[in-house]
């Protein structure tokens, strides 16, 4: 870890201009029920049918400063009622939209000026980068796609999330019959929803999002107004300046809007600003989006038979399916992670926000002084440098190496990664895989993925082929990230394989080819600011 000299007061963030920012992109729209309409639109003379429905649209949107005063609500009805979902909360509906780099250039010509190759070329050109299958017959090759493949690459994806399902879609038709009536043609729909069994869980059973990065900035000029909440007492800890929840990085917000400063070596002190060219992209944002397939009844499968395997081995008695899981994922189902709970599973540690994400890796945690004087009651996690706890494989790790170094250098590198995901699971829940009869769905359920960024090639693309898709990567030879990565090196027979430790310090591997995890369409998007949709897009 590289050392970090405590400042004796706060950084200097920069205001964010929240009536020009898109919610979506911050703080991020992170409602129970979702609807992305895919569209495509003609370019040349037929425009002048879509150009004022963007005008139109440009009042619209959600703005980053209404998002931002919503969630403020919900969480105060939540602490209010000690309830996750108040029922009192405020309900609203929030609108977001993409352009894909065609899309854009059909817009304005500015778009071609846009200096990110990922965007220019798309999704589509860059899925053998990524690891997605080159097998024309497999499903997650680009020719099977279910949305984005190819002569199906969208124009623009609009999201549309909210409190209530009828409200979504009721927002969802009215946007629907404006765009049909402007010449656009809706080329893709489809719904997310959290679950209702277990809402803020994915479909393989486990809590999503905890470990989300704070954003640094501020919402106004007034005093302590951060976008992000400041839980730590900085009187006590002047380490509080690196977190926003314990163990929570605040991270700068030219990694996720571009135009603020990004990072820098010490995550203390602001970086350059991320480039906007042309000039009106400044907050504007990058979007991936990914639509995955979760195959839960292989998962599940597949669990259970790598646990019987391993459990005859010496010193792996403890491995059962879910303990398994819970070593590639480096968290309980719950979100508790591993490091502070290694044995089993801990509800009430993953239920709370200002402890579930309280651990390092390299060192030992510690607990912080917090405001309101919560104090925390769970076992503090221990230094596992080795990842003899949390195998380096374990996707928590691959993504995110906290203060570990990496194959970049030191912790740094971990904070020029990061994303912010504001995705949502679709598909009705496969309850019992193991159970008979014939599954609803058929399988068709998994995740929307939707992630926030300032460049795509140095966040998304990095994060996916070079930590979780290379076995040797960010550090240690500890193997894929078999939970969601993918192996796409020629004659590897998309074979993940992963390293694991015994309670005697035993290893053994885990290689599978079943593909849980299947990439089946999306697109890259950039998301311009209110201004730039009314005064360059529109026009």
Known sequence: MDAIVPQPSPPEEPILEMNDIQGLAIPGFFKP????????????????????????????????????????????????????????????????????????????????????????????????????????????????????????????????????????????????????????????????????????HEHFGFDDGISQPGLRGRASAAPGDYVEDRAIDPRQTPEAWLWGLPGQDLVWPGEFVLGYPATSPDPLFAGPPSATTPQWTRNGSFLVFRRLR??????????????????????????????????????????????????????????????????????????????????????MAKADPAGITCPWAAHIRKVNVRDSGSDLGGRDSTYARRLLRTGIPFGKPLADPAAAGEDSEKGNRGLLFLSIQASIEAQFEFLLARWMGDPTRPKTPGGHDVFIGQNGEPGAGRERRCLLFGDGLQQAELATRAEWVIPTGGGYFFLPSIRALREVLAQ
């Open 294 to 379: 979760q195959d839960v009844a292989l998962f599940r499968r597949t669990l259970r038979q790598e646990s019987e395997r391993l459990r005859k081995l010496p010193g792996f008695d403890a491995f059962t399916p879910e303990y398994l899981a819970a070593r590639l994922v480096g968290r309980w189902p719950s979100g508790a992670p591993v490091n502070r709970v290694p044995r089993t599973d801990d509800a009430n540690l993953g239920e709370e926000r200002r402890a579930n994400n309280n651990f390092r890796f390299d060192a030992d945690s510690a607990a912080f002084a917090l405001k309101g004087g919560f104090k925390d009651p769970f076992p």
């Open 33 to 200: 029920h979702m609807t992305l309409l895919g569209l495509r639109y003609p370019g040349g003379p037929e425009l002048a049918r879509l150009k004022p429905l963007l005008a139109q649209l440009a009042a619209s949107i959600s703005t980053a400063q209404q998002t931002l005063a919503n969630r403020r609500a919900y969480r105060a009805a939540r602490e209010a009622s000690q309830v996750r979902h108040p029922a009192a909360a405020p309900r609203i509906v929030l609108t977001a939209i993409g352009f894909s780099a065609s899309g854009l250039a059909k817009l304005t010509p500015g778009a071609q000026d846009i200096p990110s190759e990922a965007y220019q070329q798309g999704l589509l050109a860059r899925a053998e980068l990524l690891g997605d299958p080159t097998d024309p017959t497999a499903e997650g090759n680009p020719k099977n796609w279910v949305v984005g493949a190819s002569g199906k690459a969208l124009d623009a994806l609009v999201v549309v999330a909210g409190d209530a399902r009828a409200e979504v879609d009721r927002r969802a038709a009215e946007l629907r019959g404006k765009l049909r009536a402007s010449g656009v043609e809706i080329a893709y729909e489809e719904n997310g929803d959290v679950r209702p069994d277990l809402p803020g």
